[in-house]
């Protein structure tokens, strides 16, 4: 199966191949295949095995396989841990990678005279199909390997790469396709992604290896009953980090990062090296703490979703997760981070930070001894994704509409993709696809007399390929020490957040506290003569909902008699629930009714996740604004919202109306700033707003400031416009999540269990605690910043001019 | 019609709401950075297809406002037009309306820097004027006293709100942008901050104005 000089060099190293390599090798000439394998089990070796086989024996001409990987940094690391088995085996073959990091006469050279092996990135590659001389460049392609094809699954980093490979799959008729993943819930959808439709895709499974050693982390103290940092767990947690060699301890936001890492250093009395890692740090302080790690010198990284992706970090022998995993998917990928060694059982404790991720906790263990992964709803290829591939399409060269539309229905998720949507986007980007027609001479694209459609003007491919890629960073300000010449870098805020800063604020960055100094062009400048308690810098990390499944499982365990599982201050608090009130079913609507502190308060138990339970929220208190009931704010966490107001509702049922809800939804979106912020993501990606420009690149202000009125524009002349629709729908599933709603309302039909009580429940009191209550703004706003506005003309003194 | 008055060079002035300037002693409305036709600008010059609304967005708006003050004259500020070619491209209807609003009511445009030659849609036309104890013109000239312009599409802050604004010294008068697709400058940009006194006022646009001391 090998040839002579690989095996060779496996059995000089002591190695053997394992079966899922071997496998990979047996279906060398698959149209396509998807491998399946925990971290550490050699996966890429076995998406490159055939390769490197073909070409030891094989001599070939340009490019004979594309790898493409979502990090850059992965791209490097592959092309240093290839190049070592290459060059020992002797072979001739020439590896390069091509990020947005390689310089424009390597990436000119390359498209000219291809390496044998390209290691890119979704959006590199789009780039290079962008060229009318992609045809050459491809020239021989036989491969495309697809790493870590899980993580971009169901994104449209991941839509993007499809359709640019529906593209290569005409240039190069013979290429196939080789996916790798790592542990997934439902490795038949990641398979439909990949291969050609409707070609099948053979899916190679890996020996899983031993089962996780994965339970609670045992501290002392019971959890505080809201909020996210787990302090408590601080002494426990170092206690842990002294009796392992390294470990990584996971948090859900970069902002629960900060704090943890800042209390972590407060009580780091042996000055444990103890480092921090997340997407908002400096690029550099990244890397040092990325080579601190390889080297093993550090005993602890306190980290977020940046460190999710398979990059190898040396010897990690415990994972903790701060928080409830929210969806048990992750868990498992983070914990697949221990042990990064084949055969070893990876080890990983879970720190509930309140007393209700006690019970999310419990239930994603159980998940995860069941190997019961959340499944995700099918979805459809988005349509903004679309618009931006036909955009690039043309910047290649003239092409017909209809060989388009059957190589873009060849990708998976738009399989179903019909022709009146396809012919809607292709509208779009010529016209604008708008109601009124206007500048038809100025078309973006046109359709030339042979029926062919084109660019008007060649030079729009410079900004169109400027443009191009569907990821969409926060507008983020660079933060540096203060300096006379530009001092150090220390990571990146969002603009919004340094809006809010006055001089004298402080903020955690990097784990130091800093004094807000002043904003200088794009750059955030602070000092570290910081002596106040700091204000925690919001992050753009997202706040994840917990998953459906989750939410079901904790509703199961609420059926229960007893819960000898949990701990007894949990259980207590359960138990005490169900004597004073009640606890939450599946299938009904609990919805408790009590005074407190001079207000009337009512608790919904949606268990919808945080965002659908935040649209609930936000309907519900309008729906009482409407019935006179003076609702004044309310809080929302992943299982209930608790509303407060002047009058206590004494009949819910109205309230939950289903077109009633979908008739206040309609109305509340139209000014709201998800939406808005949806759109600027949707304009963006379609081509409409043009985030770089020829020149200079327009600041995140002003781009927010015009994507703002483009929305309220098409929604007063033009609403039911292409970008509107797809806004909407993508809205509907995301943040907003109105689906859940629906799911919710579908399945209580009805039941809704008003509880009346004379005061505060023990499942709503945490929530009186939680951050983040939204207060209810009718005329409110306005008197409020008129006041301000008062306030400050009377203290300046300016008020009592002569006018 | 909500506004905030304020003496300037020994007149009463009206800060609007919508983003215009009245005079009401010369029965005077004053509206600065049209730029009617950016749409079509942008994507004769190779960018995205944006909405191509924003003309009759503004001149309805403005179509508005004159029908709540019928003033006697009308002064542009500049930058009415995206650009020239922007002008002469105005759909028919566009141009009806525009047509319609001058009607016989004197109608000065002032030339700004993107459209610096006359237009086909008749009144006078200015480099700079004066009227009174006020000059009229497109870019501030920090020399001047009693001046009125446009140009820097200014706007404030307060909390967490940011609205276009007008901006007033003793000296001067700084118009917020009138047209829908325009963006602002914060009044902290130096390009602002070194043209206004320490002393100056921002007014907050909006349902109704709010002036607050210039945030800087």
Redesign the interface.
């Known amino acids: 199966m090998l040839p002579d000089s690989i095996q060779t060099w496996f059995t000089a190293k002591g190695w053997s191949i394992h079966p899922h390599q071997h496998a990979m090798l047996e279906r060398r000439s698959d149209p396509a295949t998807l491998l399946i394998a925990p971290t550490g089990g050699g996966k890429t070796m076995a998406g490159f095995l055939p390769t490197l086989a073909d070409l030891a024996t094989t001599p070939h001409d340009g490019l004979h396989t594309l790898y493409v990987s979502p990090l850059k940094a992965l791209a490097a690391d592959i092309k240093r841990n290839l190049r070592t088995p290459v060059d020992e085996i002797g072979l001739p073959i020439r590896i390069e990678d091509r990020t947005g990091d390689t310089s424009q006469s390597r990436k000119r050279r390359q498209r000219a005279d291809p390496p044998h092996i390209l290691l890119t990135t979704p959006e590199s590659l789009a780039l290079l199909t962008s060229y009318p001389d992609a045809h050459r460049t491809f020239k021989g392609l036989q491969r495309i390997i697809v790493d870590e094809i899980h993580a971009l699954a169901e994104s449209k980093r991941g839509d993007q790469l499809m359709l640019a490979l529906s593209r290569l799959q005409d240039l190069c008729p013979d290429m196939l396709r080789v996916g790798l993943s790592a542990t997934v819930d439902d490795p038949n959808a990641i398979a439909r992604t990949l291969a050609c439709y409707p070609n099948p895709c053979e899916i190679v499974l890996a020996d899983p290896g031993p089962a996780p050693d994965i339970a609670m982390l045992k501290v002392d103290q019971p959890p505080p009953w809201a909020g996210g940092g787990a302090a408590y767990a601080i002494p426990a947690v170092l206690e842990q980090i002294k009796q392992h060699k390294t470990t990584l301890i996971f948090h859900n936001t970069r902002a629960q990062a900060e704090i943890f890492f800042h209390n972590l250093w407060l009580a780091n009395d042996d000055s444990l090296p103890i480092a921090i890692h997340h997407g908002s740090l400096d690029r550099d302080q990244r890397e040092r703490v990325e080579g601190a790690m390889v080297c093993g010198e550090l005993r602890a990284v306190v980290c977020t979703g940046s460190l999710d992706l398979g990059i190898d970090w040396g010897d990690v022998d415990l994972v903790i997760q701060i928080g409830a995993p929210k969806n048990v998917k992750r868990l498992v990928q983070r914990i697949g981070r221990a042990n990064h060694r084949y055969n070893a059982p990876s080890k990983a404790r879970l720190v509930p930070a309140n007393r209700f991720e006690v019970v999310e906790c419990r239930a994603a263990l159980e998940a995860v001894q069941a190997g019961d992964l959340d499944g995700e709803t099918p979805r459809t290829g988005p349509l903004d994704v679309l618009c931006q591939h036909i955009l690039i399409t043309a910047c290649a060269g003239p092409f017909a509409a209809d060989a388009l539309f059957a190589q873009v229905t060849t990708v998976g998720d738009y399989a179903t993709l019909s022709r009146t949507q396809f012919d809607a986007c292709l509208d779009f980007c010529a016209t604008g696809g708008y109601a009124l027609k206007a500048y038809d001479q100025w078309q973006r694209l046109v359709q030339r007399p042979d029926g062919l459609w084109q660019l008007r003007d060649p030079r729009a491919a410079t900004r169109i390929r400027m443009n191009l890629g569907t990821i969409q960073d926060a507008d983020l300000l660079k933060v540096r020490l203060k300096r006379s010449r530009g001092g150090k870098p220390l990571g990146q805020v969002e603009e919004a957040f340094a809006a809010s800063l006055t001089p004298g604020d402080t903020f955690l960055i990097g784990g130091r506290i800093v004094r807000y100094e002043g904003l200088r062009e794009m750059t955030v400048e602070v000092s570290r003569n910081a002596n106040k308690k700091p204000k925690v810098a919001v992050f753009s990390g997202t706040k994840f909902a917990t998953s459906t499944q989750l939410s079901q499982r904790i509703l199961q365990m609420f059926k229960q008699d007893h819960w000898p599982e949990l701990p007894p201050h949990t259980a207590d608090w359960l138990h005490l629930q169900r004597a004073v009130s009640e606890l939450p079913r599946a299938g009904h609507l609990l919805f408790e009714s009590f005074p407190h502190d001079g207000r009337a308060y009512s608790c919904i138990y949606g268990f919808a996740g945080r965002n659908a339970q935040q649209t609930l929220g936000l309907l519900l208190t309008k729906r009482m604004e409407e019935l006179g009931l003076d609702p004044l704010g309310f809080v929302s966490t992943d299982y209930a919202t608790l509303i407060w107001g002047l009058e206590p509702v004494i009949d819910p049922e109205p309230l939950f109306d289903p077109s009633g809800l979908r008739e206040g939804l309609e109305g509340w979106l139209a000014g709201n700033l998800v939406m808005k912020r949806s759109f600027r993501a949707v304009a963006t990606v379609a081509g409409l707003i043009e985030r770089n420009q020829p020149g200079a690149r327009k600041n995140g202000r002003q781009a927010t400031f015009s994507s703002d009125i483009l929305y309220d524009t098409l929604r007063k002349y033009d609403p039911d416009h292409l970008l509107l629709k797809v806004t909407r729908d993508e809205a509907m599933r995301g943040l907003v999540d109105f689906g859940r709603i629906e799911e919710l309302l579908t399945q209580i039909q009805g039941r809704i269990t008003h509880r009346q009580l004379d005061r505060i429940t023990p499942l709503a009191a945490p929530l009186l605690l939680e951050i983040g209550k939204v207060p209810v703004k009718g005329a409110g706003e306005e008197k409020l910043l008129q006041q301000e506005t008062e306030d400050l003309m009377r203290k300046s003194g300016l008020s009592d001019l002569p006018s | 019609m909500t506004g905030f008055?304020?003496?300037f060079a020994g007149t009463t002035l009206t800060a609007l709401g919508a983003g215009a300037l009245w005079w009401p002693n010369m029965r005077m409305l004053v509206v600065s950075d049209l730029h009617l036709g950016k749409?079509?600008r942008h994507?004769?010059r190779?960018?995205?297809?944006?909405?191509?609304?924003?003309t009759?967005?503004t001149l309805q708006r403005l179509s508005q406002l004159i029908a709540q003050s019928d003033p006697a004259c009308v002064i542009c500020l500049g930058d009415t037009f995206d650009d020239l070619a922007a002008a002469q491209?105005l759909?028919t209807q566009e141009r009806a309306l525009l047509h319609d609003l001058i009607g016989a009511r004197r109608w000065i445009w002032i030339e700004g820097n993107h459209d610096p030659a006359p237009t086909d849609f008749g009144g006078e036309h200015h480099s700079a004027l004066n009227i009174g104890p006020l000059t009229f013109r497109h870019i501030a000239d920090p020399e001047t006293q009693g001046e009125v312009s446009g140009h820097y599409h200014p706007k404030a802050?307060?909390?967490?709100?940011s609205r276009p604004a007008f901006l007033v010294d003793p000296a001067r008068v700084i118009l917020p942008a009138f047209g829908?697709?325009t963006?602002?400058l914060?009044s902290t940009d130096p390009a602002l901050t070194t043209l206004m006194s320490p002393?100056a006022?921002a007014i907050?646009t909006?349902?109704?104005p709010?002036?607050?001391?210039m945030p800087r």
């Open positions: 008055d304020f003496s749409s079509e994507a004769r190779g960018g995205g297809p944006l909405p191509p609304y924003e009759a967005d491209a759909s802050r307060v909390r967490s709100t829908t697709y963006g602002g914060r002393n006022l907050l909006g349902p109704r709010l002036p607050v001391p």
